[in-house]
């Protein structure tokens, strides 16, 4: 199972959301989905929970976590709860008929850790870009991150054009974004230039 990935999946006849974690995170971390915050009706949100300092649970134990917090909300009858694999679901998911779904947020872990496995990162950052363009109508929206320095911008870039040919569409760019400030971007230390995010429409 791939690690790092939780999802929120409004459903698209019921307006239902699920909560889907796959990845175990820190349970001190406390960043969960604010359920408070409105999703967009028939979207799926991809993210990931992360702290490198506190003790791990599982990934069960956070969806139950998420469910309990739905429960102190108020919206248990408009949320559902799974853990699954990402790349199995959106396999699925591509399966079904294109629009079933208005806004798709991918922001997994880090595919790579090392330029050794570059090659491997890019061919996993495709596969769920892909499948979500497939997944998304003419006029839908797609919001995918990377965290990996070793990922380039450009890599990204160009990952991201592979995918749209291969999913027959267009992507008309809405926004790129990078870290916020509390993460500061040194020209001396690559590294801390790791993040990316574009939000596309598909047309």
Known sequence: MITGVMAAVPMPTTNRATIINTRE???????FPNVNTAIPARSVVLRPITS????????QAAVDMARANAARNGLMERMDFLCADVFDLLTKLAEQ???A???IILDPPAFTKSSATVANAIRGYK?????????LPRGGYLATCSCSH??????FRAMLADAAKDAQVSLRQ???????PDHPILWNV???DYLKFYLFQIV
């Open 25 to 31: 995170f820190d349970s001190a971390d406390r960043t």
């Open 52 to 59: 490198p300092t506190f003790p791990k649970i599982g990934a």
């Open 97 to 99: 008929k294109r629009g």
């Open 174 to 180: 809405i926004e790129a974004r990078q870290q916020g």
């Open 190 to 192: 690559p590294e801390t």
């Open 127 to 135: 596969e769920i870009n892909l499948k979500a363009m497939r997944i």
């Open 101 to 103: 779904y208005d806004y």
């Open 150 to 155: 070793f990922m380039t911008d450009d890599r």
